[in-house]
Structures are given as C-alpha cells and as structure tokens.
C-alpha cells in the first residue's frame, strides 16, 4: 500500500513539474500576444476598427485612389501585419525579448474599437 501511495505522490509530482515547466517555458510575449488577439477578435464586427496604414504620398498631393490602388494598398497592410504577428510569435517562441518590438509594429498598425 505505502509503495502504490509513493508511486502516486510520485506521479501527481512529476506531472506538476511538466504543468509548472510548461507554463515557465512561455515566451516573454505570450500574454500580450493573446491579448492582442483577443482584441483583435472582440472588435472584428465593429467597422471603425481595423488595419490603418500612413497616408500615402500621393494622397498627400490630391490624388483620388482607385479601387485597385485601394484593394492593393489594403492586401499589403495585411501581408505586413500578418508578418508581424507570425514575427512576434516566431520571436516569442524562441524566448526573444525582440518580440516585443514586432509585437508593438503590428500593434501601431491596428486600431481597436
């Protein structure tokens, strides 16, 4: 009895040391990362919230855009910010503390509502 009571207290120990390493073992941006995202998820019906990006030279100088230039100019907003975030979390996987830094690119290119 007392051996099948060590092997147990043995067992819950060692599957608290994988639980407990698990959880250490995350990156430095885990959170904010799943934070984010959860942000992300909690606005995507809200039409003011989304990828913005600087305004464009030539709209700076009075040039209309055309729907092309605008569906252009939106797919590589959200090659980037997508590459951000795959960054960021490529980044956090490795326990980089740089993911903080693309984390913050992608963030800057989102606005929540």
């Known amino acids: ?21 698990g959880y250490v073992q995350a990156g430095p941006c885990t959170a904010d990362i799943a934070q984010f995202e959860a942000t992300i998820r909690q606005s995507g019906g ?27 100019a939106e797919d590589r907003l959200q090659a980037q910010f997508s590459a951000q ?11 980089s503390r740089t993911c903080i830094k693309a984390l913050s690119a992608a963030r800057r290119m ?3 509502k």
């Open 46 to 72: 809200n039409p003011d919230a989304g990828l913005s990006a600087r305004q464009s030279v030539g709209a700076q100088l009075g040039h209309q855009p055309t729907p092309g230039s605008v569906e252009n």
């Open 85 to 95: 975030m795959a960054r960021a979390k490529q980044l956090d996987q490795e326990g």
């Open 1 to 21: 009895m007392r051996d099948s009571v060590r092997a147990t207290a043995g067992l819950v120990a060692f599957a608290s040391t994988l639980i407990v390493s």
């Open 110 to 112: 989102y606005i929540p």
